[in-house]
T-cell receptor, first 114, second 114 residues
Framework: AQSVAQPEDQVNVAEGNPLTVKCTYSVSGNPYLFWYVQYPNRGLQFLLKYITGDNLVKGSYGFEAEFNKSQTSFHLKKPSALVSDSALYFC????????????FGTGTKLQVIP | EPEVTQTPSHQVTQMGQEVILRCVPI?????FYWYRQILGQKVEFLVSFYNNEISEKSEIFDDQFSVERPDGSNFTLKIRSTKLEDSAMYFC????????????FGSGTQLSVL
């Protein structure tokens, strides 16, 4: 079985400060890893993914994430937070090799304080 | 950017009634999914669909659930006899391919079972 853990229900950060949203995963074999963002009353929007290659992946809106195989982690980061980044962030994993089921974490609410 | 559209945005039904949730995936996408989200938190995989058949399903997707692609554009989720615990936001998603492709989500249908 595959799973994702997002240990923080909420992360608060001051505008302009760097932010990190944590994610660890468990999957058989190699993972495909994703971050999605959800704004109120909207569907999830793709931010970035790791499939293979460089462990540091860059995505939309200045976000990036680092794949760490030994720690089975895929933390989301941004150097300088904006108030508009406030939203619900979901980490997700699927098993490499053509499996379609994507398993999502429970989500982390990011609150950027002006 | 192309969008996945879902109708209706809200559906209220009585326990034991049948409901059909409708989705129009992005036109050149080949893989279709249903997810649900309870209380704005955990996003749960229900089913994936490819080439006019279910390719994966979760333990949630029991005999009360079914999916169909009745024509070249619509993708539906039917719940035959709704239960109180089926109340959730249901998201349709689609992807162009399989191997680590990002999912495009609709804005969801909020199902309330009374």
């Amino acid at each position: 079985a595959q799973s994702v853990a997002q240990p923080e229900d909420q992360v608060n950060v001051a505008e302009g400060n760097p932010l990190t949203v944590k994610c660890t995963y468990s999957v058989s074999g190699n993972p495909y890893l994703f971050w999605y963002v959800q704004y109120p009353n909207r569907g999830l929007q793709f931010l970035l993914k790791y499939i293979t290659g460089d462990n540091l992946v860059k995505g939309s809106y200045g976000f990036e994430a680092e794949f760490n195989k030994s720690q089975t982690s895929f933390h989301l980061k941004k150097p300088s937070a904006l108030v508009s980044d406030s939203a619900l962030y979901f980490c997700a994993v699927s098993r490499a090799g053509g499996y379609q089921k994507v398993t999502f974490g429970t989500g982390t609410k990011l609150q950027v304080i002006p | 950017e192309p969008e996945v559209t879902q109708t209706p945005s809200h559906q209220v039904t009585q326990m034991g009634q049948e409901v059909i949730l409708r989705c129009v995936p992005i036109s050149n996408h080949l893989y279709f999914y249903w997810y649900r989200q309870i209380l704005g938190q955990k996003v749960e995989f229900l089913v994936s669909f490819y080439n006019n058949e279910i390719s994966e399903k979760s333990e949630i997707f029991d005999d009360q659930f079914s999916v169909e692609r009745p024509d070249g554009s619509n993708f539906t989720l039917k719940i035959r006899s709704t239960k109180l615990e089926d109340s959730a936001m249901y998201f349709c998603a689609s992807s162009v391919g399989l191997l680590g492709e990002k999912l495009f989500f609709g804005s969801g249908t909020q199902l309330s079972v009374l």
